[in-house]
């Protein structure tokens, strides 16, 4: 069983870097992505990217040149960062955990809402 | 990017009734196809992943199907806690492309 926990700057300046953190509490720490969605108000839901275990990760292209993601497989906390927000970045953001034999978001976090604003 | 499409964007029903709702592909992407159902102000919760597997703790109400291209969710008899919006997602490949959900409403 995967819980996952997020915290992170709620208010941004444009041009600032949205920076959200989530905590993975897992058993099966290896046998998963681990994955960030985020959802404007009131819209569906947008696939920002993701990671393995290892290091390895797959990017939204719309977002490639803003996005970055990271683990620390020593704390076992999950990075999002995204760099020269505008008010379209305004979301909530979600981390979630992806099983990598079913590709199941299996878990997610309770979400964080992003609010950038001048 | 693989394009998902959702119908109906909103639908009616009442208390018991049997509803579906279809997802297309815009492209084949076997059975990397997850349902999500969301209700406000709360994450998404896993329903269905690889098209028919129902994750652990949902009703057997919730019946996935299809392949290719074309998939469906079905809620037989629903319930009150059923009325909610609803996501299809494939993760055939990155970007794993969501589709535009489906409110259902209490008609």
């Known amino acids: 069983q995967v819980q996952l926990h997020q915290w992170g700057a709620g208010l941004l300046k444009p041009s600032e870097t949205l920076s959200l953190t989530c905590a993975v509490y897992?058993?099966?720490?290896?046998?998963?992505?681990w994955s960030w969605i985020r959802q404007s108000p009131g819209k569906g839901l947008e696939w920002l990217g993701e990671?393995?275990?290892?290091?390895?990760?797959n990017y939204n292209p719309s977002l490639e040149s803003r996005v970055s993601i990271s683990l620390d497989t020593s704390t076992y906390h999950l990075s999002l960062k995204l760099s020269s927000v505008t008010a379209a970045d305004t979301a909530v953001y979600y981390c979630?955990?992806?099983?990598?034999?079913?590709?199941?978001?299996?878990?997610w976090g309770q979400g964080t809402l992003v609010t950038v604003s001048s | 990017d693989i394009q998902m499409t959702q119908s109906p964007s909103s639908l009616s029903a009442s208390v018991g009734d049997r509803v579906t709702i279809t997802c297309r592909a815009s492209?084949?992407?076997?059975?990397?196809l997850n349902w999500f159902q969301q209700k406000p102000g709360k994450a998404p919760n896993l329903l269905i992943y690889s098209t028919s597997k129902l994750q652990t703790g949902v009703p057997s109400r919730f019946i996935g199907s299809g392949s290719g291209t074309d998939f469906t969710l079905t809620i037989n008899s629903l319930h009150p806690e059923d009325f909610a919006t609803y996501y299809c997602q494939q993760t055939y490949n990155a970007p794993r492309t969501f589709g535009q959900g489906t409110k259902l409403e209490i008609k």
């Open positions: 990671i393995n275990h290892r290091g390895s990760t």
């Open positions: 897992s058993e099966s720490f290896s046998d998963h992505f």
């Open positions: 492209q084949t992407i076997s059975d990397y």
């Open positions: 979630a955990s992806v099983g990598i034999a079913a590709l199941d978001f299996d878990s």
